[in-house]
Antibody, heavy 115, light 113 residues
Framework: QVQLQESGPRLVKPSETLSLTCTVS????????WSWIRQPPGKGLEWIGY???????TYNPSLKGRVTISVDTSKNQFSLKLSSVTAADTAVYFC?????????WGQGTLVTVSS | DIVMTQSPDSLAVSLGERATINCKSS????????????LAWYQEKPGQPPKLLIY???TRESGVPDRFSGSGSGTDFTLTISSLQAEDVAVYYC?????????FGGGTKVEIK
């Protein structure tokens, strides 16, 4: 059974860079697409972007070039960096498998942007 | 971007009764070359990640009870829970994957009456 687990700092200061890693277990990261999705407290879901195991990426333009997603196949991990964060970036961040529909999800991690 | 609009925002249904959730897309998500609707439904319970219920508008994900069904085409879609169970209390989201950026509806909260 494929499992995903997010890890990274839970508190980030405004204007700094949010960094999260998703570790995939129970299966290989190869031959699949992997996504990041976020959910502000009490609100709906926003797709951030996805990466193919080969490294090709597609991002949500709404994040205005602040997003970088990378993959490390040797560690079975993929990562998210979101720069120049503000309070509006406070959210539960999920990693998930897929580029169209998402059939495996991490539990999510709440990242708070605050000084 | 394709805007997904769900209705109602919330609904309360008696146990064993039918629950119906609507989702409307701002443009068609039907791909004419394969006649498939690029529309999925998810269930989110408190403290849990969303769970994929239905894709291609009407195909149930493996393991999803058959009381969940999806219908519709083009811009108008429906998720139906034929006989509401206590464990179905959740927020339900539709999502289009016809074009990037992928977008979700605002969610519909289902409660027991």
């Amino acid at each position: 059974q494929v499992q995903l687990q997010e890890s990274g700092p839970r508190l980030v200061k405004p204007s700094e860079t949010l960094s999260l890693t998703c570790t995939v277990s129970g299966g290989s990261i190869s031959s699949y697409y992997w996504s990041w999705i976020r959910q502000p407290p009490g609100k709906g879901l926003e797709w951030i972007g996805y990466i193919y195991y080969s490294g090709s990426t597609t991002y949500n333009p709404s994040l205005k070039g602040r997003v970088t997603i990378s993959v490390d196949t040797s560690k079975n991990q993929f990562s998210l960096k979101l720069s120049s964060v503000t309070a509006a970036d406070t959210a539960v961040y999920f990693c998930a498998r897929g580029s169209q529909v998402f059939n495996y999800w991490g539990q999510g991690t709440l990242v708070t942007v605050s000084s | 971007d394709i805007v997904m609009t769900q209705s109602p925002d919330s609904l309360a249904v008696s146990l064993g009764e039918r629950a119906t959730i609507n989702c409307k897309s701002s443009q068609s998500v039907l791909y004419s070359s394969n006649n498939k609707n690029f529309l999925a439904w998810y269930q989110e319970k408190p403290g849990q990640p969303p769970k994929l219920l239905i894709y291609w508008a009407s195909t149930r994900e493996s393991g999803v009870p058959d009381r969940f069904s999806g219908s519709g085409s083009g811009t108008d879609f429906t998720l139906t829970i034929s006989s509401l169970q206590a464990e179905d209390v959740a927020v339900y989201y539709c999502q289009q994957y016809y074009s990037s950026p992928l977008t979700f509806g605002g969610g519909t909260k289902v409660e027991i009456k």
